[in-house]
């Protein structure tokens, strides 16, 4: 006959979570600002009135498949919230917290602001990943190969860039001002879980202005198990500013580079790095020879 009070714990179905993040680049592509937000699901059948909101942010391992989880893009139906949330280290995870109790109906999205920075330094790159294989063209026997350039915006997740908070897994989209003071949708990309301190690199897409050709143009063999290539990659652009271009290529079995026209480094044992300026309105070729022992 005495009352009791009686606490229910577990695993609940169809509440979900998960983190966007919206970069607004500058004109002149040295610095952007980033706001980051928690969009919350809720499907369960149930509302949640006046609750504490915690959240746990890392790869929890799970027996069961996980729950799919709604669209990021989902209309929210109710205004963001703008209170920060507070974060901590928990076990191997982060834990975020809002700072004051909040509501959300069932069947419906909701958005809390995360983390934000102002004026976060960045870097554009533009790169060209060499083909495993591009020995000839086989459609066009003396034809170039062309290759796309990517587009890339790099930034430090660290307190001297403005940000320095660990960063759930989430989509990024890009957005930059166009000249007449409008904001354009430039891509997005989709980050895993970031710490403090790391860096992070965003592919926006594929430069419409900046083109790439290559060409093998010799092969000697040199000996029993060793032979010679040459190759020449040529980089166009049609901006009406500089870029340099960053030109990796594959190179198998034991390599030698015997001679290049352009600054390059050893990035990895079958992998070699070119850095090559090309002028506004510009075409810059890229030669090197390696000789390979297999």
Same mark, same amino acid.
């Given at each position: +006959?005495?009352?009791?009070? !009686? ?18 680049? =500058? ?6 600002? !980033?706001?980051?937000?928690?969009t919350l699901t ?37 205004? +963001? ?17 809002? =700072? ?19 004026? !976060?330094?960045?870097? %554009?790159?533009?790169?060209?990943? =060499? ?36 960063? +759930? ?12 003071? =409008? ?11 970031? +710490? ?6 965003? %592919? ?46 594959p190179i198998g ?10 600054q390059w480094q ?20 890229? %030669? ?7």
């Amino acid at each position: +006959p005495a009352k009791q009070r !009686v606490e229910a714990s577990y695993l609940a179905t169809k509440l979900a979570w998960n983190a966007d993040y919206v970069l607004t680049v =500058g004109r002149e592509d040295k610095a952007g600002d !980033v706001d980051g937000w928690v969009t919350l699901t809720n499907n369960s059948g149930t509302a949640f009135r006046n609750a504490r909101l915690q959240l746990v942010a890392g790869d929890l391992n799970r027996v069961r498949h996980e729950v799919r989880r709604m669209r990021a893009d989902a209309a929210a139906s109710a205004a +963001p919230v703008q209170e920060k949330m507070a974060q901590e280290s928990f076990s191997d995870y982060h834990l975020y917290t809002l =700072g004051r109790r909040t509501s959300i109906n069932n069947a419906e999205t909701k958005q809390v602001s995360m983390l934000s920075g102002t004026g !976060v330094p960045l870097t %554009k790159r533009y790169i060209v990943e =060499g083909q495993a294989f591009y020995y000839h063209n086989a459609r066009h026997p003396g034809a170039p190969m062309k290759d796309v350039v990517q587009v890339y915006y790099q930034l430090r997740n660290d307190q001297a860039s403005g940000l320095g908070a660990p960063m +759930p897994s989430g989509t990024v989209r890009v957005y930059q001002a166009d000249s007449r003071g =409008g904001v354009q949708f430039v891509g997005e990309d989709r980050i895993g879980h970031t +710490p403090k301190d790391e860096t992070i690199k965003l %592919k926006i897409g594929n430069a419409f202005d900046v083109v790439c050709e290559r060409n093998q143009t010799d092969f000697r063999k040199v000996g029993p198990s060793s032979h010679e290539v040459e190759y020449e990659i040529t980089l166009r652009n049609h901006k009406a500013s500089a870029v340099t271009v960053e030109v990796n290529e594959p190179i198998g079995g034991t390599w030698r580079m015997l001679s290049s026209s352009h600054q390059w480094q050893k990035t990895a044992a079958w992998a070699s790095q070119f850095t090559v300026p090309v002028a506004a309105n510009g075409t810059a070729v890229l %030669k090197y020879r390696a000789r390979i022992v297999y």
